[in-house]
C-alpha cells in the first residue's frame, strides 16, 4: 500500500495532467471550497474529470479511491469516511463584514475580542440550533418583522457579540427564513389540531372582520376551549381573506377551517359583534348542521354578542345621538389627516354640532395640524393629547380625560391661536360639561377593562351590565 507521500510525489511528477485539470478547476471555480484542498489530482487510470480523496489508501482493490468533481459530495465523503478530518466553511461576504464590524466594536471598547479554537467549541456546543431557529422565528412573527433580518449585517454582528460560535448557524438568506417559518407553522398547526380534538370542552369561537393597512379584508379566527388538563386556552386558528362582510361569505371561510382542524361536530358558541351579518353567520350554521352534521345547534342560544361592541354603541348613542351620526362625520383618523382637507372650516363646524366635544376635538386637531404647532403645545405641557377616532368611543374618553388634566396649558394654546380657533374656544362653562361627560364615561371606560381579556367570563359580563343600567338610570333621572 502506498504513502500519502508516494501519492504526493506522484502527483508532483505529472505536471501536464496537473496543468491541465488544475486549469480546468479554476475555471470551474472549485478551488474557492475548503474541501479540495484534501483532495489529489487524478493518477493514471483514474478519471481525469475528477479530483480523489487524499486520504483514501491506493491500492485498495475492494474500496477504490473516492473521486467526484462536486465540493458538497465530496465534503459528505469525508465526513463520512474520515470523521476526524475538519473542514472549514469559508467565510461569507456578509460574515466577512460582520467580523470587520466585530473587530471595529471591540476596538471602540479598548478590549480582545479574539477567542482560541478550544473556547470557540465551548462556546459552540452551548447553542442549540432549533432552539436558536425556534427563536428567531418567534421573533420574527410575533414582532411583524420582516424576513430580511437576517440579511442585515448589523443583526449577525449583534449574534456574534453574543457568542462568537453562532456564525454558520443562522440563516443569512430570506427565503431560507420563509420556507423555515412554514415549516414551523405546519408543525405548530399540527400540535394545536390535536389538541384542539382532545379538548373536553366545546370549541367556541370568536371572530371578527378587519381591514388592514393594505386594504385586505381579513377575517380573524380564534378559537377558545378547555383542555383535558382542565386548562383554558385559546389559539388563532386562521386570518383569512374574506370575499365580503356578509354572514355567507364569513361562512364560506370558517367552515373549512372548521373542518381542517375535525372540530365541526364540537363547535360551541360563536362571539362576535353586533353586526347583522353575524346574525346571518349563526343562522347559516344552524341550517348547515341541521341538513349536512345531523346536529342540533341552535343560532339562538349559541349567539353571543360581544360586550364590548355592546358599551361601544351605547356610549356612541351617548355622544353622538339626536347631533350628529358618528358615521356622517368625515373620515378624520390617522391617515385621512394626512391628506389635504378641502374644506376645512366645513369639517370644523360639523364637529362642532357635538357641542364641547367636538370643539376640543378640533382644539386636538389644530395642535397636531403642523409641526409648529405640536412643538409649541408640547413645550407647553410636556406631552400631547391623545386623538380621538371613529371607531372606538373610548379614545373620545381618553383625549377627554387628559384634555382635562391639561386645562391650563390647552387654555394658553387657545390665548396664542386665538383667532384662528374662533368658534372652538371654551367657556367655563364648557369646561364644566366637559368634566361632566367625563364622570359619566368613566364607569363605562372601567366596565369595557373588566370584560375584556382572558379572564372575562359570562357573570362578570352580566354584573357589569347591571352596574351600568344602575348608573344610566342615576345619572339620567
Not at 480523496?53 to 475492494?62: Q, S, V, Y
Request: with cysteine.
Amino acid at each position: 500500500m502506498s504513502s500519502l507521500l508516494d501519492v504526493a510525489s506522484t502527483i508532483a511528477s505529472s505536471d501536464a495532467l496537473e496543468s491541465s485539470t488544475a486549469s480546468r478547476t479554476k475555471k470551474k471555480g472549485k478551488k474557492s471550497a475548503p474541501v479540495w484542498a484534501h483532495t489529489r489530482q487524478p493518477l493514471e487510470g483514474e478519471d481525469v474529470t475528477l479530483l480523489y480523496c487524499a486520504h483514501c489508501a491506493l491500492g485498495n482493490d475492494e474500496k477504490p479511491p473516492y473521486g467526484s468533481d462536486t465540493s458538497s459530495a465530496m465534503t459528505k465523503h469525508i465526513q463520512r469516511h474520515h470523521p476526524t478530518i475538519i473542514i472549514e466553511k469559508p467565510l461569507s461576504k456578509k460574515h466577512e463584514i460582520v467580523k470587520q464590524q466585530l473587530r471595529q466594536l471591540y476596538t471602540q471598547a479598548k478590549c480582545n475580542g479574539d477567542i482560541d479554537e478550544f473556547h470557540l467549541e465551548v462556546l459552540g456546543a452551548c447553542i442549540n440550533n432549533e432552539v436558536v431557529l425556534e427563536a428567531l422565528i418567534t421573533l420574527i412573527v410575533v414582532r411583524n418583522l420582516s424576513y430580511n433580518l437576517v440579511e442585515w449585517v448589523e443583526f449577525h454582528t449583534l449574534c456574534q457579540a453574543l457568542n462568537k460560535a453562532c456564525i454558520g448557524r443562522i440563516p443569512t438568506s430570506h427565503s431560507t427564513v420563509h420556507i423555515k417559518t412554514e415549516d414551523a407553522w405546519k408543525k405548530h398547526k399540527h400540535t394545536v389540531r390535536i389538541r384542539l380534538q382532545a379538548a373536553i370542552s366545546h370549541i367556541h369561537i370568536a371572530l371578527d372582520i378587519w381591514t388592514s393597512p393594505n386594504r385586505y379584508l381579513l377575517l380573524a379566527i380564534c378559537a377558545y376551549f378547555t383542555t383535558y388538563e382542565q386548562k383554558k386556552e385559546k389559539a388563532l386558528l386562521a386570518l383569512k381573506e374574506v370575499p365580503g362582510h356578509g354572514g355567507e361569505d364569513q361562512f364560506s371561510i370558517l367552515l373549512p377551517i372548521l373542518q381542517d382542524y375535525g372540530i365541526v361536530h364540537k363547535l360551541g358558541a360563536i362571539i362576535a359583534d353586533n353586526a347583522p351579518p353575524n346574525n346571518v353567520l349563526c343562522r347559516t350554521i344552524e341550517t348547515y348542521m341541521e341538513e349536512q352534521a345531523d346536529r342540533d345547534w341552535s343560532a339562538r342560544n349559541w349567539r353571543i354578542r360581544c360586550i364590548g361592541h355592546i358599551i361601544n354603541l351605547v356610549v356612541q348613542a351617548f355622544l353622538f345621538a339626536n347631533v350628529i351620526a358618528i358615521e356622517e362625520l368625515e373620515s378624520y383618523d390617522d391617515q385621512d389627516r394626512n391628506r389635504d382637507v378641502t374644506d376645512e372650516e366645513v369639517r370644523r363646524a360639523r364637529f362642532r354640532l357635538l357641542g364641547p366635544l367636538g370643539q376640543g376635538h378640533n382644539v386636538v386637531a389644530h395642535v397636531r395640524g403642523s409641526p409648529a404647532r405640536t412643538k409649541i403645545f408640547k413645550e407647553l405641557a410636556g406631552r400631547m393629547i391623545p386623538m380621538d377616532n371613529r371607531t372606538r368611543w373610548n379614545s373620545w374618553y381618553s383625549m377627554l380625560l387628559v384634555m382635562l388634566q391639561l386645562k391650563s396649558e390647552v387654555e394658553k394654546y387657545c390665548d396664542l391661536y386665538e383667532g384662528e380657533l374662533q368658534g372652538d374656544l371654551l367657556s367655563r362653562e364648557d369646561w364644566k360639561k366637559l368634566e361632566m361627560i367625563k364622570d359619566f364615561l368613566a364607569p363605562f371606560a372601567r366596565a369595557t377593562l373588566a370584560t375584556e381579556g382572558d379572564y372575562a367570563s359570562i357573570d362578570r359580563t352580566l354584573f357589569n351590565m347591571d352596574i351600568l343600567i344602575q348608573h344610566i338610570q342615576e345619572t339620567t333621572v
